[in-house]
C-alpha cells in the first residue's frame, strides 16, 4: 500500500518534471536572441520577414503563444515544427523510437561492463586487475563523448569491424524486419559504446563504493564465519546488499541515455532525438524544441520512475522511509 | 575488375561513361520539404535540381545560360519580350506530357501570396511580375515590365512544378505545405534526371534514375548515366571526412577545410581519392561597422569610428598575404572587395587596393585626430577616448573566430583595440538585423553571381545592406549613386556597357569601404577515384549539378553502410 502511494507521487512528480521541463525550454528558446526567421533574414525582405514571422506565431505575446501551445501540448499535441512544416508528434514518434533503440543497448552494454568491473574492484581492491579498471574508469569518465564517439568512428573506418555510422544500411532498410533487425544490431554496437562508457565507469565506481561497503558489514563476516568462501559471500550477499545505491543513480542513468545525447547521435548519424534536439534548436524551431525536451524529459521521468519501482521492490523499507 | 583510370585523366571528357551503378554522396542536414517554390534551404534545393527542371539553365562550370526544357527562344527588338519553344516529347516520371500550362502554373505558384514563395524576390523586373502567355502547349511568352540585363538567366531560378499533382493545393490554398518531407514518392512528380525512391528521416535520401529523363548525351544514349544516386545524411563534418577516406562516400556537398586538404592529399597519391580546385570561393568574410547614423549620435567615438578613413586605415593595416596564410593554411588569394575572381564575369582586377602599410594606416588615423597620449600602446583622440571597438563574430567558425584574432593582432600594431565578441550565429543576425552592433565579421553569400540579381546588397534598401540595411531613402550621396548605377546597368542589355557600370559602383565601394575584404578561399572537392565525368561548378551544388552526366566505374561501388 505504501509503496502503491510512493509510486503514484513519484508518477505526479514526473508528469510536473515534463510540464515545466518542456514549458521552460518553450519560454528560453522564445526568449533567446534570434528566431526562426535568422537563417534567412539576409535573404528576405522585412515585409517577408515579418509575414513569416507572423505565420510562426513570433509576433504574438510570449503568454499568448505559450497558453496556446499548452493548451494544445497536454493534449500532446506540440504544434507544428517551423523546420520541417511536419507535426512535432509525428517526428518524436520516428526519433524517440531510434533513441529507444540506441539507449536501451547502451543501458546493457553499461550494465554488463560497469556492475561485474565494479564488484571486482569493490571486492578485490588490492589487486592489480582492480587498479587497472580504475584507471580505465577515469579515463573513460574523463574523455567527452565527442572525442570518443570520433575515435571509435575512426577505428570503425580504419578496422571495418563495425559499419561507421548511421542505424540501417540501404539494403537492410527495403527488406524484411529480421533483416532490419539484424542490420540494426550490426550499426548499434558503435553508437552504443560511446554513449555507454562513462556510464559504465559511473557504475563501476558507485558498485565499487558500495561493495566495498557492505564486505565490511557483520553479516558479510558472519557468512563467512559460516564457511562461505570470500567469493561466495560477495557473491551471495555483499553484491544485493551493495545493490541500493546503484539502483539508485540508474534512474538518471536511464534518464540520461534514453533522452538522446546529441554529441553521439550527430557524430556516428544515428537519427535520434538528440541530433532532432540540436537541429531544432539552432534553428530555434521553437514548438520542436518544446517537443523534444518533452520527450527528453518523460523518457528521464520514468527512468526514475522505474529505478524507485526496482529499488521499492528491492528494499521495501525505501517506500515506508519516503512517505510522510 | 576495370582499373581505376588516373584521377586526372577523369576531369575531361572521358571516352565512354559506363551507364549503371550508384553513387553515395554525403548531405549534411535533413531535407525539410520537396517544394522548391516554398522552401530555400539547400537539401530541398538540391532535390528540386535533381528532379525537377528549368526553362533555361546556368552552367555552373561555364557560367553560359543554355536550353534546358526551352530547347530555344528568341527575343523581341525591344528585348522585353521572350518566346521560348518546349522540347517535344518531354514528359513527366509518371507519363504526364510536359506543356506550357506547367510554365504558367509554376509562374502563378510564385506570384501567388498564398504560396509563400520565396522565389518572388528573385523573379521580379522593375519590381513587377513577369507576364506569362501560352499561346500553345509549345510555346511560352515571357514578357519584362522594362529591359533587364541580365534577360533570361533569370530563369534560372524558377523550378517548374507539375501542375498536375499540385494544381488542387494552390486552388486550395495549401500550396505552401505541399510536398512536405512526409510525403511518398508517388504523390511526387519528376521531370529531372532523379525520382524520389524513398526517404529514411535522419538517415538518407534515394533517388533511382528516372527511365523517362528526356537528355540523351552525344552518342544517343539516354541519360543519366547512374541508375541510383543515394544521398546519406551525415550532420558532422569529421566524420564526414572518415566516410570519404574509408571509401563509404563519393563525395560530400561541401567543399574541404582547408586542413582536410591536406589530410586527402595521401589518399589522392594513392589513387584512392581525386581532389577537384574549384576556383576560388564567390562566399567571402565581410568585415563591416555599423554606419547607421544612430548608432553613433550619442557616441564619444562618433567624430571617428564611423568615418571612412578609419576603415581605410584598418584595410591598409592588415596583411592579406599573411592572413590568407593563417587563416586558410595557404589556401585562399588576397581580395579588395566582395566579388571574387571565382566571378569571372563581374570580377574587376583593377579595382583600387590597399596595400599593406602600417605607415599609411597611422597616418590616415592621426588625420582623424587619433594619437597616443600617454603610456599605453593604444591610440586616443583629443578627449581622451581610446580607439577602440567591438567586433561580433560567429562562435564555433574556426574560420572567422581565427580571421577575427588576425585583424586584431593586426590592428595592435597600429595602436587600435579590437575586442572579439563570438556569438551563436542567430543572435549575431539579430543584431546584425537590429543595429545593436559596432563591427561584425560574419560570412553570407551574394544571392547569385549576376549583381543585377543580387540587389539585395547594392541597394541601400536591400535586405544584405547589413551595415545600414533596408534604408527608405539612400542615407549617403555614396549610396545613392550606387543605387542609380545598379538600376542603370540591370535596365542595360548590352554586357561591356553592363561591366564597365559594375566597375563604377565597385570603386566607389572600394573607396567608402562599407565594407572590408581580405581573402577569399581555394575551393577543394574530395571525390572517390571511382567517379568520373565530373563538371566541378562555381556554385552548390558544386558536382551534382551535372548529376545526369556523372558516371562510376561498375568495380568497388561506395557501401552505404
New interface residues.
Given amino acids: 500500500m505504501a509503496a502503491g502511494r510512493y509510486l503514484l507521487r513519484r508518477a505526479g512528480f514526473a508528469l510536473l518534471l515534463v510540464a515545466v521541463v518542456s514549458s521552460a525550454s518553450l519560454v528560453l528558446v522564445r526568449l533567446a536572441p534570434g528566431d526562426a526567421t535568422a537563417a534567412e533574414a539576409l535573404e528576405m525582405t522585412a515585409e517577408e520577414r515579418a509575414r513569416v514571422r507572423a505565420q510562426l506565431g513570433l509576433d504574438r505575446p510570449l503568454l499568448a503563444q505559450y497558453v496556446d501551445w499548452a493548451s494544445h501540448a497536454v493534449r500532446l499535441d506540440f504544434g507544428q515544427s517551423f523546420l520541417y512544416a511536419r507535426p512535432v508528434s509525428d517526428l518524436l514518434g520516428e526519433r524517440a523510437r531510434n533513441t529507444a533503440v540506441l539507449a536501451s543497448s547502451a543501458l546493457v552494454l553499461a550494465t554488463l561492463i560497469g556492475l561485474p568491473l565494479g564488484v571486482l574492484t569493490g571486492s578485490r581492491p588490492d589487486t592489480i586487475g582492480a587498479a587497472v579498471t580504475r584507471a580505465l574508469s577515469l579515463l573513460a569518465l574523463s574523455v567527452p563523448p565527442l572525442v570518443a564517439a570520433l575515435l571509435l568512428v575512426l577505428l570503425a573506418a580504419r578496422t571495418g569491424w563495425m559499419p561507421v555510422g548511421g542505424m540501417t544500411s540501404l539494403a537492410a532498410a527495403s527488406g524484411t524486419w529480421g533483416a532490419w533487425l539484424s542490420d540494426v544490431a550490426r550499426h548499434v554496437p558503435l553508437p552504443a559504446l560511446a554513449l555507454a562508457l562513462p556510464f559504465a565507469a559511473t557504475l563501476e565506481r558507485v558498485q565499487s563504493e558500495a561493495v566495498a561497503d557492505a564486505v565490511a558489514e557483520p553479516f558479510v563476516r558472519a557468512a563467512r564465519a559460516r564457511g562461505l568462501t570470500y567469493g561466495d559471500a560477495v557473491r551471495r550477499h555483499a553484491w544485493r546488499a551493495s545493490l541500493r545505491p546503484v539502483l539508485g543513480i540508474y534512474g538518471l542513468i536511464i534518464g540520461s541515455l534514453f533522452s538522446g545525447s546529441f554529441i553521439v547521435e550527430v557524430v556516428t548519424a544515428w537519427p535520434g532525438l538528440g541530433r532532432l534536439m540540436f537541429d531544432a534548436l539552432r534553428a530555434r524551431d521553437l514548438y520542436l524544441v518544446a517537443g523534444t525536451a518533452a520527450t527528453g524529459a518523460a523518457f528521464l521521468a520514468l527512468g526514475t520512475l522505474i529505478a524507485d519501482a526496482l529499488l521499492a521492490l528491492a528494499d521495501p523499507r525505501v517506500a515506508e522511509e519516503r512517505e510522510p | 575488375m576495370t582499373p581505376a583510370p588516373p584521377a586526372a585523366d577523369r576531369l575531361g571528357a572521358p571516352p565512354a561513361p559506363v551507364r549503371g551503378g550508384t553513387l553515395t554522396s554525403s548531405i549534411r542536414?535533413?531535407v525539410?520539404?520537396y517544394n522548391r517554390i516554398s522552401?530555400?534551404d539547400y537539401p530541398t534545393e538540391l532535390l528540386a535540381t535533381l528532379t525537377l527542371g528549368r526553362l533555361v539553365r546556368v552552367n555552373r562550370a561555364t557560367h553560359d545560360v543554355e536550353p534546358w526544357l526551352a530547347e530555344s527562344w528568341t527575343t523581341s527588338a525591344d528585348a522585353l519580350t521572350y518566346t521560348f519553344t518546349l522540347r517535344d516529347g518531354v514528359t513527366w516520371n509518371d507519363g504526364t506530357p510536359f506543356t506550357s500550362a506547367d510554365v504558367a502554373f509554376s509562374f502563378q505558384a510564385v506570384y501567388d501570396p498564398s504560396a509563400?514563395s520565396?522565389l518572388r524576390?528573385s523573379l521580379l523586373v522593375g519590381g513587377q511580375p513577369l507576364r506569362i502567355d501560352t499561346p500553345d502547349p509549345h510555346t511560352v511568352v515571357v514578357t519584362f515590365a522594362e529591359p533587364f540585363g541580365p534577360g533570361v538567366r533569370l530563369l534560372d531560378n524558377l523550378t517548374i512544378m507539375p501542375r498536375h499533382k499540385l494544381e488542387a493545393a494552390l486552388a486550395g490554398g495549401t500550396f505552401a505545405?505541399a510536398w512536405?518531407?512526409?510525403t511518398p514518392p508517388a504523390d511526387l512528380a519528376a521531370i529531372g534526371p532523379f525520382q524520389l525512391a524513398?526517404y529514411?528521416?535522419?538517415?538518407?535520401i534515394?533517388l533511382d534514375r528516372n527511365p523517362r529523363y528526356w537528355r540523351t548525351d552525344e552518342r544517343g544514349e539516354a541519360l543519366p548515366y547512374l541508375d541510383r544516386l543515394?544521398l546519406?545524411?551525415?550532420?558532422?563534418q569529421?566524420?564526414e571526412l572518415?566516410?570519404l577516406?574509408?571509401g563509404?562516400i563519393d563525395l560530400t556537398q561541401q567543399q574541404l577545410r582547408a586542413a582536410d586538404v591536406a589530410t586527402l592529399r595521401p589518399l589522392v597519391t594513392q589513387g584512392r581519392l581525386q581532389l577537384l580546385e574549384i576556383g576560388v570561393a564567390n562566399d567571402v568574410d565581410h568585415f563591416f561597422f555599423n554606419l547607421r547614423p544612430a548608432q553613433w549620435a550619442r557616441d564619444p567615438r562618433r567624430a571617428w569610428l564611423p568615418r571612412r578613413e578609419f576603415r581605410q586605415a584598418i584595410s591598409h593595416a592588415v596583411d592579406r598575404e599573411a592572413y590568407a596564410d593563417t587563416v586558410f593554411l595557404g589556401e585562399a588569394v588576397p581580395i579588395h572587395g566582395p566579388i571574387t575572381p571565382g566571378n569571372r564575369l563581374w570580377f574587376w582586377p583593377g579595382i583600387p587596393r590597399y596595400e599593406f602599410s602600417r605607415d599609411k594606416a597611422r597616418a590616415l588615423l592621426a588625420g582623424l585626430g587619433l594619437q597616443n597620449r600617454d603610456a599605453d600602446e593604444w591610440l586616443e583622440d583629443e578627449r581622451g577616448t581610446e580607439a577602440r571597438f567591438s567586433l561580433i563574430t560567429v562562435r564555433g567558425n574556426t574560420q572567422l573566430e581565427r580571421g577575427a584574432a588576425v585583424v586584431r593582432d593586426e590592428l595592435r600594431q597600429i595602436g587600435v583595440a579590437m575586442d572579439i565578441v563570438p556569438?551563436?550565429?542567430?543572435?549575431?543576425?539579430?543584431?546584425m538585423?537590429d543595429g545593436q552592433f559596432e563591427a561584425i565579421f560574419f560570412v553570407?553569400g551574394a544571392?547569385d553571381l549576376d549583381p543585377a540579381l543580387s540587389p539585395?546588397l547594392w541597394l541601400s534598401s536591400g535586405?544584405?545592406h547589413?551595415w545600414n540595411i533596408?534604408q527608405r531613402t539612400p542615407a549617403t550621396d555614396w549610396e545613392a549613386r550606387i543605387d542609380a548605377l545598379m538600376a542603370e546597368q540591370a535596365r542595360a542589355t548590352d554586357l561591356a556597357e553592363r561591366q564597365r557600370l559594375f566597375r563604377e559602383v565597385q570603386r566607389i565601394f572600394s573607396e567608402e569601404l562599407p565594407m572590408i575584404h581580405f581573402a577569399a578561399a581555394r575551393l577543394y572537392m574530395g571525390v572517390s577515384a571511382r567517379v568520373f565525368n565530373l563538371s566541378p561548378g562555381f556554385a552548390r551544388p558544386h558536382l551534382l549539378w551535372s548529376a545526369d552526366t556523372i558516371s562510376v566505374t561498375p568495380a568497388g561501388p561506395a557501401?552505404?553502410?
Fill in positions: 542536414s535533413e525539410r520539404s522552401a530555400r509563400k520565396v524576390n505545405d512536405s518531407a512526409a524513398r529514411d528521416p535522419g538517415q538518407r534515394v543515394v546519406e545524411i551525415v550532420p558532422d569529421d566524420a572518415v566516410r577516406q574509408s563509404q556569438l551563436e550565429a542567430n543572435a549575431l543576425i539579430k543584431r538585423l553570407f544571392t539585395d535586405s544584405a547589413v533596408g557501401t552505404s553502410q
